[in-house]
């Protein structure tokens, strides 16, 4: 298996979500995830300081790659923006500036 890296992350949708879920609830899903979690560095390595701040990174990244895994299971909710948004996008500068003042009640 060739994995190519690229800057764009390739498309997941829902049927991928299910067939990934599945395999990780079967028999051989259910061994290989022992196996990859049992990898898990060890927090502390010895008492140099150094390298248990080192190995503090490890783990946090193990646990994070771990993490998104089993976030992938699941089918990531799309934000859609509704197409009759009375406010221009927060990004575009040049669309809020060209704004009218809106008016402001008082009360008394």
Known sequence: MQIVQ????PEWS???ANTLRDFMTSTVGSR???HVLS???ALLDGGDVNKTLVRNGEVKGFELATESLFKLT??????ERP???QYPDLDNE???EQQQPT??????
């Open 6 to 9: 690229t800057n764009k992350l």
């Open 14 to 16: 829902s049927d991928d």
């Open 32 to 34: 290989a995830l022992a």
């Open 39 to 41: 990898e898990k560095p």
């Open 74 to 79: 699941y089918e990531q909710p799309t934000a």
């Open 83 to 85: 197409a009759d948004s």
């Open 94 to 96: 040049k669309a809020w």
């Open 103 to 108: 008016a402001v009640e008082t009360t008394n």
